[in-house]
């Protein structure tokens, strides 16, 4: 199957790459592409090219250009890892904020209305609070990542730092 943009054939070790920089398997990746894990196979072997419907899956779930699987394109691999770590954090970062909302919105029926946490006095911050202002890009966080990154310590700049159930 010719390339609908060029004679070459498609890049199939690509693929493979960014499967592989995803550290999805072939059947998470079949599962995005909306193709088998049979396809996946040929598609990585370059025995069968994949379809523009399937590779445009990819592309949008990853946040990928197009130009990725353009044969005779270079690829600039530094910064598609840069995309797919920003992806990721992305998706890690709306899933904790998704879990401590859930925690927090469920403390009262988890420990029974006399045992309701009251809003901090002193203007403290809760313990979601504590653990989103880490999280770079969430509304608390942002205000802290620039002094955070100003520190030189890589792990509290991405938000990792954590320590007894504070973030640091």
Same mark, same amino acid.
């Given at each position: 199957?010719?390339?609908?943009?060029?004679?070459?054939?498609? #890049?199939?070790?690509?693929?493979?790459?960014?499967?592989?920089?995803?550290?999805?398997?072939?059947?998470?990746?079949?599962?995005?592409?909306?193709?088998?894990?049979?396809?996946?196979?040929?598609?990585?072997?370059?025995?069968?090219?994949?379809?523009?419907?399937?590779? $445009?899956?990819?592309?949008?779930?990853? $946040?990928?250009?197009?130009?990725?699987?353009?044969?005779?394109?270079?690829?600039?691999?530094?910064?598609?890892?840069?995309?797919?770590?920003?992806?990721?954090? !992305?998706?890690?970062?709306?899933?904790?904020?998704?879990?401590?909302?859930?925690? /927090? !919105? /469920?403390?009262?029926?988890? +420990?029974?209305?006399?045992?309701?946490?009251?809003?901090?006095? /002193?203007?403290?911050?809760?313990?979601?609070?504590?653990?989103?202002?880490?999280? #770079?890009?969430?509304?608390?966080?942002?205000?802290?990542?620039?002094?955070?990154?100003?520190?030189? /310590?890589?792990?509290?700049? +991405? $938000?990792? $730092?954590?320590?007894?159930?504070?973030?640091?």
């Amino acid at each position: 199957m010719a390339h609908a943009l060029s004679t070459e054939r498609f #890049p199939a070790e690509r693929l493979r790459r960014i499967r592989t920089l995803l550290r999805w398997t072939q059947a998470e990746l079949a599962q995005v592409m909306g193709v088998s894990t049979a396809s996946i196979r040929v598609y990585e072997a370059g025995t069968i090219e994949p379809r523009w419907s399937a590779i $445009g899956r990819l592309l949008l779930a990853t $946040g990928l250009p197009v130009t990725i699987f353009m044969p005779g394109k270079s690829v600039d691999w530094m910064a598609v890892e840069q995309t797919l770590l920003e992806q990721r954090l !992305a998706t890690l970062r709306a899933k904790l904020e998704a879990q401590l909302a859930a925690l /927090d !919105a /469920d403390a009262p029926l988890l +420990l029974g209305p006399d045992h309701a946490t009251p809003a901090p006095a /002193d203007g403290a911050e809760t313990s979601s609070q504590i653990a989103l202002s880490s999280v #770079p890009g969430s509304a608390l966080g942002s205000a802290k990542s620039a002094n955070q990154a100003a520190s030189g /310590d890589p792990s509290t700049a +991405l $938000g990792l $730092g954590f320590h007894m159930g504070r973030a640091a």
